[in-house]
């Protein structure tokens, strides 16, 4: 064991392993990019569409189920899915990385507008505001706290499942687990996942914190109160693996 | 059929196996780890950091942290595939004992029941709609993690998913993952009716429930 942890400590302290097109910043850089673009991409597709379906109460069903069915679907399918479609390399994992954070932000933005005391839309009305208005203006920042939980759950994902990308050959820190279980280089592996460990942890906790950020001071909670266990209702609340 | 009918009964077979135990060990943990949450607050945040750590970990890194320990193979799978398991039980079982009405516990104990007895005979049935939505959603994300396990000689399903990669062939693709949905589906419905079974009396209520 202890020579182990030698090897993976001599692993990461070699200089050209930082280095170049196969190194740590490189593979650091393509993981992070691919997951803030599919990101970013999934939820200019989901805000719009979980705002609107929101705001009519239309669609409920259809925002619930895509979000039970995105969980049943294994993302590990979905990747191998682009690959038959699209061809190896970047665009697949692309592709499947903003497939799978669609659900999640959709559920969570429908789940926040629907939430919105229906007094305070009356109001708004009430006082002359246009529905796009009351959109942007009254729900949506009604709606931030859950909105932003849907991200945070989407963005975690991608960057876990950017890992699995490796297998359908796309880049990213993915590839030192996959390269390192064929070649059967334990010493790669555990390193590989140590990274992916330490990156979906820092997403998870950055993500937490502009969750925070941008949540209305009125509506943050005293923390006392957010540390109150709630209990997951049904699959559409709790976040996801992959 | 023939010799696919064979390889997809063993892949069946595998998905299943290894979901049930991967629930069934987790939930073992789950609930004394539960109670003790709820009961001493103090140990509310450590486990639920832990299992949430735990859960932040993608599935093929978790499943590589564990490799130079327990080797490729069955240990590995299941070992990860509890730990996913671990935060939604935990979780669902400390909010489930939250939810039991005050005036219930104490009629309990007013009847001359022990704080133990109080907890098996009327605590825990009333949390079980709380800790049966905990399995469902535990069972239902397993069974999609299995097919990750392919990567590391396990994966049931999967094994035809990343069959479909390696031979880039559209068959074993659709059938391994159809299968799996249809998997996950399927025991969702059965743990409705597992749950319906145990809680008798919410059945009222949650006819009156909305989602």
Redesign the interface.
């Known amino acids: 064991m202890f020579t ?1 942890l030698s090897h993976v400590v001599t692993w990461f302290t070699t200089a050209s392993r930082w280095q170049g097109d196969h190194g740590i910043v490189h593979r650091l850089v393509e993981h992070v990019g691919m997951s803030a673009a599919a990101t970013l991409t999934a939820v200019a597709i989901a805000l719009p569409i979980g705002l609107v379906l929101g705001h009519t109460g239309k669609g ?1 069903l259809l925002a ?1 189920n895509v979000s039970n ?1 995105g ?7 979905l990747l ?2 682009g ?2 479609l699209f061809g190896i390399g970047a665009k697949p994992a692309y592709i499947a990385l903003v497939a799978l954070a669609i659900p999640p932000i959709t559920t969570n933005t429908y789940t926040g507008v629907r939430q919105v005391d229906p007094d305070v839309v009356e109001a708004a009305r009430g006082m002359g505001m246009r529905e796009r208005g009351i959109l942007a203006r009254v729900e949506l920042p009604v709606a931030m706290p859950l909105v932003m939980a849907g991200v945070r759950t989407a963005g ?1 994902q991608v ?3 950017a ?2 990308a490796a ?2 050959a796309w880049g990213g820190l ?1 590839r030192y ?2 390269d ?2 064929a070649q059967k280089d ?1 010493v790669q ?2 390193s ?3 990274i ?2 330490v990156l ?2 820092a997403t ?1 906790l950055g993500l937490g914190m502009l969750q925070r950020l941008l949540t209305p001071a009125g509506l943050r909670l005293p923390r006392a109160s957010q ?9 559409a609340a ?5 | 059929m023939g010799r696919h009918g064979d390889t997809l009964y063993q892949a069946g077979r595998e998905h299943v196996i290894l979901t049930f135990w991967a629930v069934a060990i987790g939930l073992v943990i789950a609930l004394p780890v539960g109670v003790a949450a709820w009961r001493w607050r103090w140990l ?2 450590p486990a ?1 950091g832990l299992s949430g ?1 735990v ?8 499943f ?2 564990l ?2 320990v327990t080797g490729l193979g069955r240990t590995t799978s299941e070992i990860g595939l509890v730990g ?1 398991t671990l935060l ?1 039980l935990v ?2 079982v ?3 004992l ?2 039991v009405p005050a005036d219930v516990r104490e009629a309990a104990l007013g009847m001359g029941f022990t704080p133990a007895r109080t907890l098996l005979r009327v605590e825990l049935p009333l949390a079980v709609p ?1 800790i049966v ?2 399995v ?2 535990a069972t ?2 397993t ?3 299995v ?2 396990t ?3 000689g396990q994966g049931g399903f ?1 094994q035809l ?2 069959d ?2 390696l031979r ?1 062939f ?1 068959t074993p ?1 659709v059938l ?2 159809v299968l ?2 249809a998997l ?2 399927a025991v969702d419905v059965g743990l409705v009716l597992v749950e319906r079974a145990l809680t008798p009396w919410s059945r009222a209520r949650a006819r009156a429930r909305v ?1």
């Open positions: 182990f409920a619930v069915v969980r049943a679907i294994p993302s590990f399918a191998v899915f690959v038959q975690v960057v876990a499942t890992t699995l297998v359908v993915g687990i996959v390192g279980l334990t592996v555990f590989g996942a140590l992916v460990a979906s942890m998870e540390r109150k266990v709630s209990v997951f209702p049904g699959a709790a976040p996801e693996v992959s | 509310q945040a639920l750590a859960y932040t970990i993608p599935s093929l890194a978790l590589a942290l490799v130079p996913y939604i979780r669902n400390v909010a489930g939250d939810g709380a939505a905990g469902r959603i239902v994300t069974i999609g993690l097919t990750v392919a990567l590391i999967g998913i990343y479909g990669l880039d559209r693709l391994g993952t799996s949905v996950a589906a989602i």
